[in-house]
């Protein structure tokens, strides 16, 4: 069956301006997780929902980091005003229920110039 | 303290080497765990997952010590596409984000 698919899988843009970066989850997962890895650097912990409940916000860096889930399915990580310092690769993975195996995409790469 | 706390490495053997790799745990409520494998500019993926009784898949074995909360991954007979960073998993089983990633072990294996 389909994996987790992230699009674009590179995103080259200018400081300043906003991006969209896209999941589409395992069908039938209800938990969806983004994360943030910069070079040679573990995974950091952006944003997690799980079904209906209220998203765990609690790692997105700054206000300019929000993201939304519709329908429970689909999920967008939207960076506003980006800076460089944004440059890393984010990756999103899905999980049956939140408690077991994570799956993750491929990631996007995302290079702030 | 970090949640979850591994030996960055990183580890350099030679083929046909036995290689063990530790992690700890800060919450004795977990209750889950695996190990992940990331190549160089790949995404995590599944290793295996970690069950109390300790589980092995072929050259691997993975071990759970509740009582001094730590897992643990052994590979015997290294390969050359063992190579990779190795990443401990924690599920805490708390509200909200239960997962703690540790930051990973470099592995790399030599001719």
């Known amino acids: 069956g389909a994996g987790v698919s992230q699009s674009p899988s590179n995103k080259v843009t200018e400081k300043g301006k906003d991006v969209e970066l896209r999941c589409d989850p395992i069908?039938?997962?209800?938990?969806l997780y983004w994360y943030r890895q910069s070079l040679g650097q573990g995974l950091e912990f952006l944003i997690y929902f799980q079904g209906n409940s209220a998203p765990d916000k609690s790692g997105l860096p700054s206000d300019r980091f929000s993201a939304e889930r519709t329908g429970g399915s689909v999920s967008t990580l939207t960076i506003q005003r980006t800076q460089q310092e944004d440059s890393a690769v984010y990756l999103c993975?899905?999980?049956?229920?939140?408690?077991?195996?994570?799956?993750f995409g491929a990631g996007t790469r995302l290079s702030v110039l | 303290r970090k949640e979850v706390e591994q030996d960055p490495g990183p580890f350099n053997v030679p083929e046909g080497a036995t290689v063990a790799f530790n992690c700890t745990y800060s919450?004795?409520?977990?209750?889950?765990f695996f190990w992940y494998r990331q190549d160089c500019r790949k995404e995590p993926k599944l290793l295996m997952s970690v069950y109390s009784s300790g589980n092995e898949d072929g050259r691997f074995t993975a071990q759970l010590n509740r009582a001094s909360q730590y897992i643990s991954l052994l590979i015997r007979d290294s390969k050359l596409s063992d190579s990779a960073t190795y990443l401990c998993?924690?599920?805490?089983?708390?509200?909200?984000?239960?997962?703690?990633f540790g930051t990973g072990t470099s592995l790399t294996v030599i001719p």
């Open positions: 919450n004795s409520a977990s209750q889950s």
């Open positions: 069908s039938g997962h209800t938990a």
């Open positions: 998993v924690v599920n805490m089983g708390n509200t909200g984000n239960q997962f703690y």
């Open positions: 993975a899905s999980s049956f229920d939140g408690k077991n195996i994570q799956y």
